[in-house]
């Protein structure tokens, strides 16, 4: 079953604007990465955080991890109509080789 | 070079053919994967082969058949599919098969089966 929930399921903004999208896992974790998925193509990593980590920067993006709510969220600053994509959160399972990714969010920027 | 090729981009088969999927990475990495992704859905996992050998599968049907030749390729073969089993294949890779490294993944193929 899956792990992740991921909302909104679809985000339609500016350039310029920001975009946050939210993750919501059900079991204990390892660490949560996020994926970026353009059209029809393979995923691209974006940034991991482990478990002990409240919060991560790269870039544009920055990612915040609550362990105590099960839930994470991706924040992309200055979106760019390059940024278009489905955005996936991907859990490892405690003990467990599996990664599992979330619902995702399909995000359009409009120039 | 970080890239994972997967060939052909696009396969169209009919239900009776056989054919097969390839994924090559040369970043030395130990373990690689296959995906199934169904349109809008995210994502699921297939088969994990660590170190050459199959780790994991996760109850796929017979009529795919995964097989590691080396540590840098991965097929899947393909044979008496299903309508239903039209998809797009990732490939993927990380250095070990652990969950939480990092996965590099293809471009994928897009099967349609008629």
């Known amino acids: 079953s899956q792990q992740g929930e991921e909302d909104p399921q679809a985000l339609s903004i500016q350039e310029g604007e920001n975009a946050t999208m939210n993750c919501s896992y059900k079991?204990?974790?390892?660490?949560l990465q996020w994926y970026r998925q353009n059209s029809g193509r393979g995923l691209v990593h974006l940034i991991l955080?482990?478990?002990?980590?409240r919060e991560k920067h790269s870039g544009r993006l920055r990612v915040t991890l609550d362990t105590s709510k099960k839930s994470s969220s991706l924040l992309i600053t200055a979106s760019r109509a390059a940024d278009t994509a489905s955005y996936f959160c991907?859990?490892?399972?405690?003990?467990?080789?599996?990664?599992?990714f979330g619902t995702g969010t399909r995000l359009q920027v409009f120039p | 070079d970080t890239e994972v090729t997967q060939t052909p981009k696009h396969l169209v088969m009919g239900m009776t053919n056989k054919k097969s999927l390839k994924c090559e990475q040369h970043?030395?990495?130990?373990?690689m994967y296959w995906y199934k992704q169904k349109a809008k859905k995210p994502p699921e996992l297939m088969f994990v082969?660590?170190?050459?050998?199959?780790?994991i599968n996760e109850s796929v049907p017979s009529r795919f058949s995964p097989e590691c030749p080396n540590s840098s390729l991965l097929n899947l073969h393909l044979h008496a599919l299903q309508p239903e089993d039209s998809a797009l294949y990732l490939c993927?890779?990380?250095?070990?098969?652990?969950?939480?490294?990092?996965?590099?993944f293809g471009a994928g193929t897009r099967l349609s089966v008629l």
């Open positions: 993927a890779s990380s250095p070990r098969e652990l969950a939480k490294n990092i996965q590099y």
């Open positions: 079991t204990s974790i390892n660490n």
């Open positions: 955080i482990r478990s002990n980590e």
């Open positions: 991907a859990t490892d399972l405690l003990n467990t080789d599996k990664l599992i």
């Open positions: 970043m030395g990495h130990r373990a």
């Open positions: 082969y660590s170190y050459e050998k199959l780790s």
